[in-house]
């Protein structure tokens, strides 16, 4: 049996608990055959400043490897002022430099978030595919899924416990990963 | 020899004399044989309002049969206060209704533009990606091409003057043609 | 009695019975003694074309000087493809020309909108945004109101029915008003 | 003689030689009479991690206090992937937490930047102005600068070389001090 090709899944928010990184693990549960959803952790990464680019810290090496060994990315981001994370940023900037050695470039991108108010991240993933086009990751466009996080949004085993919003994450995932297969056909 | 693939190019600008529109004009004499680009114009257009969604105007009608038609759609636009101009957000409003019935989804996009100051439309581009995502069409990301409209622009015959920034666009043009080629093909 | 000092308000959907002019109407009807709301409308403005810029037609003269006599102007607007509707932008853009000549900058804006969808028009306010600060308008930054509309959510005699939403934007008017005096003052 | 009031000038990036970082130190240097511009460093703060917020880390209670000793605060930010960097939005996220507790609002701000490219951060601007916006800071709208880098742009002792281009800083500065009292006097 051929290895799952693995596809990256990064998390906006630094919270244990977070209901992002949550909802990462349950979508990596929900992976369909043949692909592996890996969380790349970006919690050991420092403040990018450009006078390290010659002599990258072990962190931001590794961060940079396993990208770089993934098919897509996933990114699951809670919004922070109408805006990504600093973090989620912060990583994003790693992954892009140096000039010329990045890993972002042509690698298929989707997006995805949950918050507790009702616009559930609509902004900060606007925000965040503007920059990712600017990274040249062709990224999904639709379906947009924008979730409202509610007590019991996720089961004692940690899938999503509504069947209609399970339905709904299971319908992108798998658009996603066509998304992924269209893209590295071409 | 079988017909021109259609490109529909979408100008953001009714003036006659438009750099936008002249830019339109050196693109279409640009194209790799087998492709066709044609202007699509949005002038005749009315104001978008709901209560005609049953009985569209004929120039709602054509617009939208004419985009229908096209493998792809290149938007050439300029920017007016820092975003897209209000006669081209018409044009995409048009084309998305009513719901369900919008001729944009799936549809392979570019996006350019000229202006005569030093920001080259990036933020009327950025603004327009964004809407073009929401309308479920893959749009190019990379190369990005923000050009400052200079006396002697355009030569005599319409063409790019200048060689580097013809090249620039010749490049841009054929990333663009293999962009709707490899969604087509997936 | 000293005449009420004028609030322009521009809605930015065409649609007769649009929950946003719904909106409008009830805001005008909430307006704090001393201040009159009047709607400025967008429906006869021609498609903007630049080389008529010499000579407006009859209706964008009229709505330039109805705003030029505002104190402040608020924006009720609907959510069109993740931005702002083409017809208002069409009426920012009339209002913005010919350079130098324009009647939007240094006046105080506002923002507001209602959707049947979760998200409220939070997309289409934060471009909105971004255009009126290109405009030189000072605008309310917080709070920030995202109405979902549900049925009955205009009592019968046009108000908003439920107590809890009709203080919410009371309290976003009060605020506008007091913004619109604190940039006067100044 | 009384103590001059404190605008504090945060800087988007942590290189040593930053452009911006010595844009912001030729800006301290134009400060008019009775106004001191000090820059407020972000470099020890920590990733954001909301987990934190009980307890937050000594450099994020030092950068939380300087802020809010300040009249107003000024970014002056490089453009990193079309937005801001990271470590920006990662100093506004901690400085806009915990809930209740932020020290941005009501603060008004400025914003300006310094690229190697034409397109002078414009698109990083645009995006921190939405920012801005989310925190309640009323920020001025109007002019805009757009700062292209170039060979000997800052002259021996720090300055602007250029006359004309150190007169439309001068003019930004001033009307952002302009701008600080007019928030405070109202």
Same mark, same amino acid.
């Given at each position: @049996? ?8 990064? =998390? ?8 992002? $990184?949550? *909802? %990462?693990? %349950?979508?990596?549960? @929900? ?5 592996? #959803?890996?969380?790349? +952790?970006?919690? +050991? ?12 810290? +072990? ?13 897509? =990315? ?7 002022? $109408?805006?990504?994370?600093?973090? *989620?940023?912060?990583? #994003?900037?790693? &992954? ?9 470039? /042509?690698?298929?991108? &989707?997006? #995805?978030?949950? !918050?507790?108010?009702? #616009? ?7 925000? *965040?595919? !503007?920059?990712?086009?600017? *990274?040249? @990751? ?13 007590? /019991?949004?996720?089961?004692?085993? /940690?899938?999503i416990a509504d069947d209609a919003t399970r339905r709904l994450v299971q319908g992108w995932l798998d658009a996603f990963v066509a998304w992924v297969q269209q893209q590295a056909d071409a």
């Amino acid at each position: @049996m051929p290895a799952a090709q693995r596809i990256g899944v990064v =998390v906006g928010s630094l919270r244990r608990d977070s209901f992002n $990184r949550r *909802l %990462a693990q %349950a979508l990596a549960s @929900m992976a369909p055959d043949g692909w592996a #959803l890996e969380i790349v +952790e970006i919690r +050991e990464l420092p403040l990018y400043d450009q006078d390290d680019d010659g002599s990258p810290a +072990e962190p931001v090496r590794r961060f940079k490897e396993r990208i770089a060994g993934c098919r897509g =990315v996933i990114f699951v981001t809670p919004e922070y002022n $109408r805006s990504i994370p600093g973090v *989620l940023k912060n990583a #994003l900037d790693h &992954g892009s430099r140096p000039y010329g050695r990045g890993v972002w470039s /042509g690698k298929p991108a &989707g997006v #995805l978030g949950i !918050s507790p108010g009702a #616009l559930g991240t609509a902004l900060a993933q606007q925000h *965040l595919r !503007s920059v990712l086009a600017s *990274l040249a @990751m062709p990224t999904l466009a639709q379906p947009e899924v924008y979730l409202q996080a509610r007590d /019991g949004f996720f089961a004692a085993d /940690g899938g999503i416990a509504d069947d209609a919003t399970r339905r709904l994450v299971q319908g992108w995932l798998d658009a996603f990963v066509a998304w992924v297969q269209q893209q590295a056909d071409a």
